[in-house]
Structure formats: C-alpha cells, structure tokens
C-alpha cells in the first residue's frame, strides 16, 4: 500500500492534517503559525516567487514557523517518515512519542501499519534516525 501523509504538530500537541503542502497550510492560515498574510507576500516577493510557489521563500517560511516550535512530519511512500524539528529536546522527544503512539494507534483517518518504518529527524544540529515503534515505546536513547 502506498499512503502519503503529511502534519504539522504543535508544541501543544495539536496535530493539523496537511491536505496538499505545509506551505499550502501555512498560506490557508497564517495566523495560526504566527504569520500574516503580508508577510508571506513580503517574503515571497523578495525571492521574486509567485505564493505558493516551493522555493526559497517557502524554506524561509517553513524555517521561521519550525523555529517557533512547529514540527513538520511528512510520510514517504514506501520509505521513510520525515520530521523537521528546530531542535531534538525533551520537549519534542515527548511530542514525538506522542505522535508515534498516536500513528499506531490511528488518528485523523490515518494509521501506520508498519512499526519499523524509519523516522528521520531533521534538526539544525544533525539527523537521528529511529523506528517510529522504537519512538512509541520509548527505547530510544535521547
């Protein structure tokens, strides 16, 4: 089975669905990602891009939005789950788990039905690399 699957979570826990692209959920409501519309405009027009367009000027958005505690989480096809996360603290580790329990589990119309996909955390400092079972059940060594 090949599902592509996409979220924001929140540094409350709030997981929000991505329909199409994070950018594309970012534009739909700034605001709640500590945005204005203007803003995305500004930020667009200095890289000469037409909104929505993935670019540079969606990096320089996404990259503000994970600096101020979003995560991005995305799921390849067959492959690996991505998660982008300003830094790897305690805080998002819990999160994490939160998450990956949440996946197995099931939520919002998605389950993950294989607990040795790989889940490939992007930070500023590096990369770690998990299964998303070993994020659920804690035996990861932070």
């Known amino acids: 089975m090949t599902i592509s699957v996409a979220f924001f979570l929140s540094d409350a826990g709030d ?75 305690p805080a998002v580790q819990e999160l994490l788990r939160d998450w990956a329990r949440k996946m197995l589990s099931g939520i919002n119309g998605f389950k993950e039905a294989d607990r040795y996909m790989p889940v490939k955390v992007s930070t500023l400092d590096g990369e770690f690399k998990y299964s998303i079972g070993d994020l659920a059940d804690a035996l990861c060594l932070w």
């Open 15 to 89: 997981l929000i669905h991505v329909a199409d692209s994070h950018i594309a959920t970012v534009i739909q409501d700034p605001e709640r990602f500590g945005l204005t519309s203007a803003e995305i405009e500004a930020e667009y027009s200095k890289h000469q891009e037409k909104v929505g367009v993935e670019g540079e000027a969606r990096r320089e958005l996404l990259l503000r939005v994970i600096r101020q505690g979003w995560i991005r989480l995305r799921r390849y096809p067959n492959r690996h789950w991505s998660v982008t996360v300003e830094r790897f603290t």
